[in-house]
């Protein structure tokens, strides 16, 4: 589904990927650790196709096209979901006019037919049930005065919308108590399918209790430097990023957070 | 030294006599004073941003024809006066008739009725200020009066409909006075529209005297061609408890000016001001408001958004003015402002003056851009980038124009709304 080859991108000069080599299939889930700063996010923006990260060589194919070829919104169309690791609030666009615009986007895109405002209300509220949320949360400004936790639920609320073929979700379990763990992991198992992969970004072990990834990988100071199984995740957690020859200082100052 | 220019004596010449006898001898009175009224340069402050705009020729003297076109306008529910070229229509026209309203046409007045609107006129805006705002009083041809005697309310709001037609050059001088009688209360919403495109100038001047505990709601909406220069002004006295609301939506022109001038002059008092400005291509439109706390223990917030596209420029002046009596005032200004186009300028400029001590004021104005990461998060959702880029500049103003408190305004600021997003943003 997803081939990363020999990636690099950098932002205002400075060389944050250094040849990211990564192969997804469909259906699987992969999970990518390390240390912060290590470029896990420029990563995520970088697929999504946020401009500011300059891609200064390799190639990324999705599903045999070349993605850094497309638009941000095309490859949101043809697939790519990046859940933010920071949600960007947007006053004055209410939740339900940002979704529904959305979902409307990738329905034409699709062919099918846009929904109109009750059809979608009806949705969004069955859909905002299962991530937690209460209804009236469509009502106010994108993710406006939302807290951590809330902001992530409608991160996965959007992805459930969305239906993408390859989720990114950056962090998407940072922030929350148990309970809300909890329901992002059901949503983001909801999302599991043969046809469909996903990306999480992740420090926490606990949350690979809840999504068990196929693949675990360790992303230090730009490259991928060790991967495996679920086991590595739980060797980590044991032993830090120190034995594989990084600092892990930085890490377990915010696993302390 | 170049002499500064002054106001063409065309400008001045007799125009027609349809008006009761009081009225025609202010109009001649206030001609007089006018012979030599120098126009507004770079040097005069309060046109410092806008005078290049200006460009009264000669042509632009006459005064349109108000009559012999088919009017437009009767889409408008309810309460409805046509003006066409400064003229109101009686047969386009919906007058409301009740017990305590008096809603009539300055050409239907007798000659009482006359005499004391001639001593009101021109009483609520500061000459200096509103220069050429002026010129009304010294041409217009007819004038919409309301008065509402004490606690009459107007059930439905009143629609006033200024039309000009452009198919020479020429001007148009419309003008309304609104009497509003102790805890009367009335929404006059007011459209300025224009059809042909010769050059033309409406200069329009709509007064308000609120007694105490009269509401006022107003809403503006200002769309006329790309032929048409707007000198508005329109001046508010309140009396104690009194409330004026304002909603201005305004469209870019070739000149665009309006004044807006408050006076809270009775304990109590509130006024509520809210405008939101568009401005694409080469287009302008400039702001000036004042509001004056004379009395104590008035309320006034103030709130305007301006958004520039293209090469156009986009002016806001906000006086708050806190005379020395008007202790425990409270004053709210906040303007802020969109550049959608590095070619495209705003320039805002707050003024406060205090002169008492015990009071709140507030004021704050930012110029910014449409911000690239909320750009990002939308259109990574697969919304087109167009789309994204409508959705995030109404938010900038949306706050403001569901606060207008009609539907069918609010649909006609969308429609236009939406015509200026086709031209500003390009499907890619
Ligand atoms: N817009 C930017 N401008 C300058 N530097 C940036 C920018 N975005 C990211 N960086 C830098 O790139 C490096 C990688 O950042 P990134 O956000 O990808 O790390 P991360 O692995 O996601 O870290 P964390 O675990 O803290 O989320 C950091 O040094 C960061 O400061
Ligand atoms: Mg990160």
């Not at chain 1, 999705?62 to 690791?85: K, S």
């Not at chain 2, 709601?217 to 329109?234: F, K, P, S």
Request: hydrophobic share 40%; proline share 3%; aromatic share 6%.
């Amino acid at each position: 589904m997803l081939s990363i080859k020999n990636l690099h991108a950098s932002v205002e000069g400075k060389e944050i990927l250094k040849g990211i080599n990564l192969e997804i299939k469909a259906g699987e889930v992969h999970a990518i650790m390390g240390p912060n700063g290590s470029g896990k996010s420029t990563l995520s923006q970088v697929l999504a196709g946020n401009e500011a990260f300059e891609v200064t060589e390799g190639e990324v194919i999705l599903n045999g096209e070349n993605l850094l070829d497309l638009e941000t919104e095309e490859r949101a169309r043809e697939g790519i979901f990046l859940a933010f690791q920071y949600p960007v609030e947007i006053p004055g666009v209410s939740n339900l006019q940002f979704l529904r615009t959305a979902v409307n986007a990738m329905r034409k895109h699709r062919g099918e037919e846009e929904m109109n405002a009750a059809e979608f209300m009806k949705l969004a509220k069955e859909v905002s049930k299962q991530v937690d949320l209460d209804p009236s949360f469509l009502k106010r400004g994108v993710n406006e005065g939302f807290s951590g936790g809330e902001k992530k639920r409608n991160e996965i609320m959007q992805a459930l919308l969305l239906q993408p073929k390859l989720a990114i979700l950056d962090e998407t379990d940072s922030g929350l108590d148990i309970d809300a763990l909890k329901v992002v992991s059901d949503g983001v198992n909801a999302l599991r399918s043969e046809d469909r992969a996903i990306l999480m970004v992740t420090h926490y072990q606990r949350l690979l209790n809840h999504i068990v990834p196929d693949y675990v990988h360790v992303l230090a100071g730009g490259r991928i430097i060790k991967s495996g199984g679920r086991e590595l995740a739980l060797e980590l957690e044991e032993k830090g990023y120190g034995w594989l020859g990084i600092k892990d200082e930085e890490t377990a100052d915010s696993a302390a957070n | 030294m170049k002499p500064a220019p002054t106001l063409s004596a065309a400008f001045l010449e007799s125009a027609g006599q349809s008006l009761p006898k009081a009225l025609l001898e202010l109009r001649k009175q206030r001609g007089t004073a006018l012979v030599d009224m120098p126009l507004p340069t770079r040097k005069t402050e309060n046109w410092k941003y806008s005078s290049k705009y200006l460009k009264l020729t000669d042509e632009m003297a006459s005064t349109l024809p108000s009559q012999g076109k088919a009017l437009t306008g009767q889409e408008v529910p309810g309460y409805r006066i046509v003006f066409l070229n400064g003229v109101i229509q009686p047969e386009a026209s919906e007058f409301p008739k009740a017990d305590g309203i008096r809603v009539a046409s300055f050409r239907d007045l007798d000659d009482q009725e006359a005499a004391e609107l001639a001593d009101q006129l021109d009483n609520t805006l500061d000459d200096k200020a509103v220069q050429l705002a002026r010129l009304n009083a010294a041409r217009f041809e007819d004038g919409l009066l309301i008065r509402l005697k004490p606690d009459a309310v107007l059930d439905q709001p009143l629609f006033v409909i200024h039309e000009v037609t452009a198919d020479a050059s020429g001007s148009a001088f419309p003008r309304i006075f609104v009497d509003a009688g102790r805890h009367s209360q009335a929404t006059l919403v007011e459209e300025y529209r224009s059809s042909g495109s010769e050059p033309v100038m409406v200069n329009t001047v709509t007064e308000f005297k609120l007694a105490d505990g009269a509401k006022i709601t107003n809403v503006r909406l200002t769309m006329e061609g790309e032929n048409v220069q707007h000198i508005g002004a329109t001046g508010v006295r309140q009396q104690r408890n009194a409330r004026f609301e304002s909603h201005t939506v305004g469209f870019g022109g070739p000149l665009r000016r309006h004044d807006l001038h408050v006076r809270l002059e009775g304990e109590g008092g509130e006024c509520k001001l809210n405008g939101v400005v568009v401005t694409q291509g080469k287009q302008h439109f400039d702001n000036h408001t004042t509001i004056e706390h004379v009395a104590a223990h008035c309320n006034s917030e103030e709130t305007y958004r301006n958004i520039a596209a293209d090469q156009s420029h986009a002016v806001f002046n906000g006086r708050i003015h806190i005379h020395q009596d008007a202790q425990k005032s409270n004053a709210d200004m906040n303007n802020k402002n969109l550049l959608l186009s590095n070619g495209a300028e705003i320039d805002t400029k707050p003024e406060l003056e205090i002169y008492a001590d015990d009071v709140k004021c507030a004021h704050g104005a930012t110029i910014g851009q449409l911000d690239e990461i909320s750009l990002f998060y939308l259109v990574s959702r697969g919304i087109a980038r167009r789309e994204a880029n409508v959705l995030l500049t109404m938010a900038f103003i949306n706050e403001l124009v569901e606060q207008i408190p009609l539907e069918t305004v609010r649909e006609t600021a969308h429609t236009r709304l939406n015509q200026f997003f086709d031209q500003t943003f390009q499907e890619v």
